[in-house]
């Protein structure tokens, strides 16, 4: 059988290691000071004030950077993922990350060049889950610190994937919704993205619905809080109401975005930060101005204006005269 012969590729793979890839810096100060300042988290120092780098950073030297791909001279070419690619020719297409545990031999210091190598540790049996039907594909990253005496395994990094079939393909978004759907008529008309809503903001997006801008409120202590959250960040009730805003407000601050023009939008694109007339402040597209005329302290207005053919509705602000 067919699938018998590649899965049999596929497992002949189990065990192959993968030749060396390189970091592209030598261990250094200023990356683990930003890693750390990132982390909020102390710079390690040793004994006699060598700087080393917090264990978890550990992925860190060897990563590609921005550019796919792009190892340090004399990396390997190999592709320690091949056995996935040999998956998706069998239609096994997708794939979810599972485990990623890091394990350490020591920190690594100042000055000290690393590289890993890669193992295909193992390929599990066929297993159907929630997300589709596939293998569990675990991958075994061993890093060293190179040494004149000999190189030092210093850490370990067991990833795990489930590379699948999805039980429920997603199908192509249908850009009519008559029944014209094998017609396609042109690329699909991208709409505008809608908010996550949660019971948290619900309110929120239920009154710009309604054409009410409202703002939540303590019953506690009477603080007004935007975002909405479940706890007053001033007294930690979990009681609220709301209040419905008059609408009026500022421009505080603002962003006009010129690139990358992403559709739907028009561009430039100016953005605000409202503070509304009650105190609190949130950010909105103003509409009815020129971008290069947005003014820090310009009275505005809210409206609210429909998108996505009346599926979606968003408070926008327009500026008035003070
Ligand atoms: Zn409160």
Request: glycine share 8%; aromatic share 10%.
């Amino acid at each position: 059988m067919a699938e018998q012969d590649w899965m049999k590729r596929a497992r002949a793979l189990v065990g192959k290691q993968y030749g060396r890839v390189y970091a592209w810096d030598k261990v250094n100060a200023p990356m683990i000071r930003q890693w750390c300042e990132l982390m909020g988290v102390a710079v390690p120092v040793d004994a006699d004030g060598t700087v080393l780098a917090p264990a978890a950073m550990l992925q860190v030297w060897c990563m590609e950077g921005p550019v796919a791909n792009n190892y340090p001279p004399g990396s390997t070419t190999e592709n320690p993922y091949e056995v996935l690619k040999l998956m998706e020719t069998e239609g096994f297409a997708s794939v979810v990350a599972v485990n990623s545990e890091l394990s350490f031999e020591r920190m690594v210091r100042e000055g000290e060049k690393l590289y890993y190598t890669t193992r295909l540790d193992s390929v599990g049996e066929e297993k159907t889950t929630a997300l589709g039907t596939g293998f569990f594909v675990t991958l075994v990253m061993t890093f060293f610190a190179e040494q004149s005496a000999g190189d030092e395994k210093v850490g370990e990094l067991l990833f795990r994937v489930f590379k699948f079939r999805p039980a429920n393909p997603v199908k192509p978004a249908d850009s009519s919704s008559g029944s014209k759907a094998d017609l396609p008529a042109g690329p699909p008309k991208i709409k505008r993205s809608a908010p996550g809503i949660s019971d948290d903001n619900r309110f929120f997006w239920d009154g710009v619905r309604e054409g009410r801008l409202l703002i939540q409120r303590c019953k506690s202590c009477g603080s007004l809080r935007h975002p909405p959250g479940p706890v007053c960040p001033s007294c930690h009730s979990f009681e609220w109401d709301t209040l419905q805003a008059s609408g009026g407000g500022t421009v505080y601050s603002f962003v006009v975005m010129h690139y990358p023009e992403v559709p739907p939008f028009d561009h430039p694109n100016p953005i605000g930060l409202i503070e509304l007339d009650e105190g609190t402040r949130l950010v909105a597209q103003l509409v009815g101005i020129k971008p290069s005329e947005v003014q820090i302290g310009q009275r505005v207005q809210v409206e609210f204006n429909a998108f996505n053919d009346g599926e979606l509705v968003l408070p926008q602000f327009r500026p008035v005269p003070a």
